[in-house]
């Protein structure tokens, strides 16, 4: 049973920027295609990235593109989610998934794809 564990959600200010952090329990992300969803009150929850399980592979939401960037880091298990200039909209609770699938290049921003679901870090952004 895989765990994924977010952190790094807070109040920020229009225009600020977050990093998120999903650590994992894998022994390797080479396994796992990773996946950024997010939920508002009220809103269905939306795909916002994924970084396939090669590493070589990106999708971002049209909502996000050019201001959300997504990495990893194979030695620490982890993937990042860098948010600049967050807009009040992006206020939401973000979880990560994985989706079993050994390296390759596949992405999706499909949340019923996904097979293990982290508990979610609150992100709000204000003045």
């Known amino acids: 049973q895989l765990q994924l564990v977010e952190s790094g959600g807070g109040l920020v200010q229009p225009g600020g920027s977050l990093r998120l952090s999903c650590l994992t329990s894998t022994f390797s992300l080479d396994y796992y295609t990773i996946g950024w969803f997010r939920q508002a009150p009220g809103k269905e929850r939306e795909g916002v990235s994924c970084?396939?399980?090669?590493?070589?592979?990106?999708n971002y939401a049209d909502s996000v593109k050019g201001r959300f960037t997504i990495s990893r880091d194979n030695a620490a298990n982890t993937v990042y989610l860098q948010m600049n200039s967050l807009k009040p909209e992006d206020t939401a609770v973000y979880y990560c998934a994985a989706l079993i699938n050994y390296n390759n290049d596949y992405t999706t921003l499909l949340g019923n794809e996904y097979d293990y679901w982290g508990q979610g870090t609150q992100v709000t952004v204000s003045s």
């Open positions: 970084l396939s399980s090669s590493g070589g592979t990106t």
